[in-house]
């Protein structure tokens, strides 16, 4: 299995899904690293991402509609640092973190579960 995973192509996509205008998925690439792909239906174009295997855990988009993806996130409030992700010269280095800096930019800190709308604007 490992010289499978660690094989350097691409293997089979997983976590299909689609709005109008985008098809997302993801795929174990080279080096068994996840590689997640947003593809734009109406022009042929597309970006591509790489989680490191040092990386926080990666997006995980669980279902989709017409217009948004959907994922759910789950704050650790006894391990997070809210100071971080609320100082203006922090950078996010993953969609994950960008979504925790601006969900902890609010006041409702009770709840520790939290379902996020994404809606992907690309210009080329």
């Not at 997983?14 to 997640?36: E, L, V, W």
């Amino acid at each position: 299995m490992k010289n499978y995973l660690y094989s350097e192509y691409y293997k089979l996509p997983i976590y299909i899904h689609d709005t109008r205008k985008f098809i997302y998925f993801s795929s174990i690439g080279p080096g068994a690293k996840q590689n997640d792909f947003l593809f734009n239906i109406e022009n042929c174009n597309g970006i591509h991402w790489t989680y490191e295997q040092n990386d926080n855990d990666p997006l995980f988009i669980m279902a989709s509609d017409d217009e948004f993806f959907y994922t759910s996130i789950y704050i650790d409030t006894e391990s997070l640092n809210y100071s971080s992700y609320s100082d203006t010269s922090f950078k996010a280095n993953n969609l994950t973190d960008y979504l925790l800096k601006n969900i902890c930019k609010t006041n409702d800190r009770e709840n520790k579960l939290f379902v996020a709308k994404i809606k992907f604007k690309i210009d080329y």
